[in-house]
């Protein structure tokens, strides 16, 4: 039996709107995350239903059996939270090139 491990890629705490010196690496940076998502997601998607999920603990090497379909869910709202955060990116970047 093929056993998952399941990477957690979660939006950093507390980001945001940033300032335009650093918008460019940073909006880089989210559109990294949203293609990795978007891979798991699309992995969890295709699993069979008799696949067991890992999901890992934070900080650890450690990981824990976790419901297939709680982390297809919660990998689905990270990756909207991810795209929300990249289209405030753009919204930003697109009224600061306006003014």
Known sequence: MMEVPFPEARPEEG????????????????SSKIKEQKIVVDELSNLKKNRKV????QNSNI??????????SESKNILDELKKEYQEIENSEKTKIKK
Not at 19 to 29: C, G, N
Not at 63 to 72: G, H, N, S, V, Y
């Open 15 to 30: 980001a945001g709107l940033i300032p335009s010196d650093i918008s460019t690496p940073h909006k880089e940076d989210i």
């Open 54 to 57: 890992y999901k890992q603990q």
């Open 63 to 72: 990981f824990f059996l976790a419901d297939r379909t709680e982390m297809l």
